[in-house]
């Protein structure tokens, strides 16, 4: 596989409490990328980073915030979990030269009860 | 964000058979790429093609870049049961926009 690990794997949690996901990777690649994926929907943008501290809003950012305070870890965090929020998150890494494809993570199956 | 419009939805086939399904784009793409991915884990980068017109084969699965570069198609051929899966399309450009999937199921 492409060296990322998620963590947790799967969570279950109640509406209203914070929730941090967390993306690793070996690869030290630039570029990381949140995605949540929903039946109907197919894979969505979150938010990504193009380097430490350098980060950037995707199409469904609202209710989510990220962090990269080193190269290899991009954290998720959900402030207050709604149940909309219900999904399976995928990071995906992608290397710096351009057009290169992203690598996807195992995801992170999130339940908001 | 208008995402890639990809067909079939689903297809049920039978072992050995071939497969053909295909995205297409109002918008223009630098690269394409072909992602499988089976039950509770990410997608696998199958197959990226990145000039138009490209034809490009891994084992039994082919790809074609468009030659307008705002579509590709992935053939499967001789399907086998572990082809089963779904399998996503994705355009990258200044941005990354994907297909919504093709379930595949294969039956023996």
């Known amino acids: 596989d492409a060296g990322i690990t998620q963590s947790p794997r799967h969570k279950v949690t109640e509406t209203g409490t914070p929730v941090t996901l967390r993306c690793h990777q070996t690869?030290?690649?630039?570029?990381m990328y949140w995605y949540r994926q929903d039946p109907g929907h197919g894979l969505r943008l979150i938010h990504y980073?193009?380097?430490?501290?350098?980060?950037d809003k995707g199409e469904v950012s609202d209710g989510y915030s990220v962090s990269r305070s080193k190269t290899e870890d991009f954290l998720l965090t959900l402030e207050s979990a709604t149940s909309s929020q219900t999904s399976v998150y995928f990071c995906?890494?992608?290397?710096?030269?351009?057009?290169?494809?992203?690598?996807f993570g195992d995801g992170t199956r999130l339940s908001i009860l | 964000g208008q995402q890639l419009n990809q067909s079939p939805q689903s297809m049920f086939i039978q072992e050995g058979e071939d497969v053909s399904m295909n995205c297409t784009s109002s918008?223009?793409?630098?690269?394409w790429l072909w992602y499988k991915q089976d039950p509770g884990e990410g997608p696998v980068l199958l197959i990226a093609?990145?000039?138009?017109?490209e034809l490009t084969s891994n084992g039994r699965l082919t790809a074609q870049f468009g030659i307008t570069r705002k579509d590709s198609f992935l053939n499967i051929s001789a399907s086998i049961p572990s082809d089963v899966g779904i399998y996503f399309c994705?355009?990258?450009?200044?941005?990354?926009?994907f297909g919504a999937g093709t379930r595949l199921t294969v039956k023996p």
């Open positions: 980073s193009y380097g430490v501290k350098d980060t």
């Open positions: 093609l990145y000039k138009a017109g």
């Open positions: 995906a890494i992608r290397g710096d030269r351009a057009g290169q494809p992203q690598h």
């Open positions: 994705a355009g990258q450009g200044n941005d990354m926009r």
């Open positions: 918008s223009i793409f630098n690269t």
């Open positions: 690869e030290n690649h630039r570029y």
